[in-house]
């Protein structure tokens, strides 16, 4: 397989995995507020009820967790490309 066709291969497999990590990071870490502030909600930005630490922190928590998510499903997905065909997704 080309590269160019393994690109283009890759390319609707890497919108659904990033779907995917949305999907899964969103529901980590509606878990991890809910168990470490108590809260059912996250804090929107534009909570006039909330002071800035909890919104910064909150918006911090989920950048984390959205990041290392969407790193995991990105390299599984990669591993599994290779794995099916033999060359590294580029």
Do not use: C, H, N
């Not at 990669?78 to 065909?85: E, H, K, N, S």
């Amino acid at each position: 397989m080309s590269k160019a066709i393994g690109r283009v291969a890759y390319k609707p497999v890497g919108v659904l995995l990033g779907i995917a990590a949305g999907t899964v990071a969103g529901a980590v870490f509606r878990q991890i507020w809910k168990l470490t502030a108590g809260d059912g909600e996250a804090p929107d930005a534009t909570d006039e009820d909330r002071g800035w630490g909890e919104i910064l922190a909150a918006a911090a928590l989920q950048g984390a967790i959205f990041a290392v998510v969407r790193a995991a499903v990105d390299r599984g997905g990669a591993v599994g490309v290779r794995r099916l065909t033999g060359r590294w997704p580029e």
